[in-house]
C-alpha cells in the first residue's frame, strides 16, 4: 500500500486528474454560493436543486451520447448514475470523523475570531444598526 494518502499512489496521471477535479470542484462551488446569495436560497434547497440537475444532466447526455436512446437504456444508464451515488456516499461516510473535526475546527477558530473583534454587548449595537428607530 502507498503512503500516499490520496488513493493514488506513484500515478502521476491519476494525480493530475485529482488536481484537476479539485480546481474545478472548488470554482464549482464558488459559484454555486455567489447564486445561492443572489437568490437567497437555503443549503437544502441548493441541495435538491443540484440533485435534480445531476439526474436530469445524466438523463440529457444519455440521450444525445447513444445511437438509439430507449427507456431501458435510459433506467440502466440511471441505474449506473445511482451506483456511482452509492460508492461516493460511502466514502463520504468513511471520511465523516475526519469531516467533523475539520469542521468544529474551523468554527472553533471562527467563534475565537468573532470574540476577539466583539466585546460584550455587540448583539444589542448590531440590532440597532439593523433597526434604527
Known amino acids: 500500500m502507498s503512503g500516499s494518502d490520496d488513493g493514488f499512489g506513484d500515478d502521476p496521471g491519476m ?3 485529482a488536481d484537476e477535479f479539485e480546481r474545478h470542484r472548488k ?3 464558488e459559484r454555486i454560493e455567489e447564486f445561492m446569495e443572489e437568490e437567497d436560497l437555503d443549503d437544502e434547497f441548493m441541495g435538491q436543486l443540484l440533485l435534480d440537475a445531476l439526474i436530469r444532466l445524466r438523463m440529457a447526455t444519455y440521450g444525445v451520447s447513444v445511437e438509439r436512446p430507449s427507456v431501458a437504456g435510459l433506467k440502466l444508464d440511471l441505474d ?3 451506483k456511482e451515488v452509492v460508492e461516493v456516499l460511502r466514502l463520504a461516510k ?3 470523523e475526519d469531516f467533523i ?3 468544529k475546527e474551523a468554527r472553533a477558530a471562527a ?3 468573532e470574540g476577539d473583534g466583539e466585546g460584550a454587548g455587540s448583539e444589542e449595537s448590531e440590532e440597532s444598526e439593523q433597526d434604527p428607530k
Open 15 to 17: 494525480e493530475a486528474f
Open 27 to 29: 470554482a464549482l462551488f
Open 80 to 82: 449506473r448514475l445511482q
Open 94 to 96: 468513511k471520511d465523516a
Open 101 to 103: 473535526a475539520t469542521v
Open 111 to 113: 467563534e475565537a475570531e
